[in-house]
């Protein structure tokens, strides 16, 4: 099916583990997004990126790596997952015409660190 | 620094009317977003405002006043389906795009 396709939809690591959430999109849009949206607070960004082979850092960066080298694909990995990692993580897409456009986003990725 | 605030809940009435409000000071502006999200869902789109005044989707309706950093989402003749979490965003003048926590909307019988 077309559209935007997160995994795992649930996942539940220890603190220190590695853990790598996966984002794929069939639209071909240029701009791929990661948030993360925790109880109380606004959905936040952790990193963006606006094609392939280009990635920028956004609000909560820190403990994650993210890569672009296929258009389709955003992966995002928590090296080294520590308790406050714990989240719903959200990958969203947009087409690159102008910087206005809506946001599609994918089921979310429930994320637990134990 | 950058602020969206909404009210945090809000009970309405299957069959009323009700506004979300929502105000921000933002470092430039360059577009106001409304999304709506289900319990344990992702947010999906609903409006998008740029300039000054209403637009109006079916039964719902975005408001927008640049002047005072406000807008509201007016929800008409409210459904069951329609208790969700309403999300403003607003894209700032580096255009990225700043979220309020959001409203939790409660629909009653």
């Known amino acids: 099916d077309a559209g935007i396709t997160q995994s795992p939809r649930y996942k539940i690591t220890e603190t220190g583990r590695q853990v790598t959430l996966m984002c794929h999109q069939t639209?071909?849009?240029?701009?791929m997004f990661w948030y993360r949206q925790d109880l109380g607070h606004g959905l936040r960004l952790i990193y963006y990126?606006?094609?392939?082979?280009?990635?920028d850092k956004g609000e909560v960066p820190d403990g994650y790596v993210v890569s672009r080298s296929k258009t389709e694909n955003f992966p995002l990995t928590l090296e080294s997952a520590t308790r406050s990692q714990t989240s719903v993580y959200f990958c969203?897409?947009?087409?690159?015409?102008?910087?206005?456009?809506?946001?599609?986003f994918g089921e979310g990725s429930r994320l637990t660190v134990l | 620094g950058q602020n969206i605030d909404q009210p945090t809940e809000m009970t309405a009435t299957e069959g009323a009317i009700v506004q979300i409000n929502c105000t921000y000071q933002?470092?430039?502006?360059?577009?106001l977003f409304w999304y709506q999200q289900h319990a344990g869902e992702a947010p999906t789109f609903l409006s998008y405002?740029?300039l000054d005044g209403l637009e109006e989707k079916g039964r719902f309706s975005s408001f927008l006043s640049r002047s005072k950093g406000y807008s509201y989402l007016l929800l008409k003749e409210l459904q069951m389906k329609d208790s969700a979490s309403y999300l403003c965003?607003?894209?700032?003048?580096?255009?990225?795009?700043?979220w309020g926590a959001g409203t939790k909307l409660i629909i009653k019988p």
């Open positions: 933002t470092s430039g502006f360059n577009g």
């Open positions: 969203a897409s947009r087409a690159g015409t102008g910087d206005t456009g809506e946001l599609f």
């Open positions: 405002n740029v």
């Open positions: 965003a607003v894209i700032d003048s580096n255009y990225q795009l700043i």
């Open positions: 639209w071909s849009h240029s701009y």
């Open positions: 990126s606006a094609a392939a082979d280009i990635t």
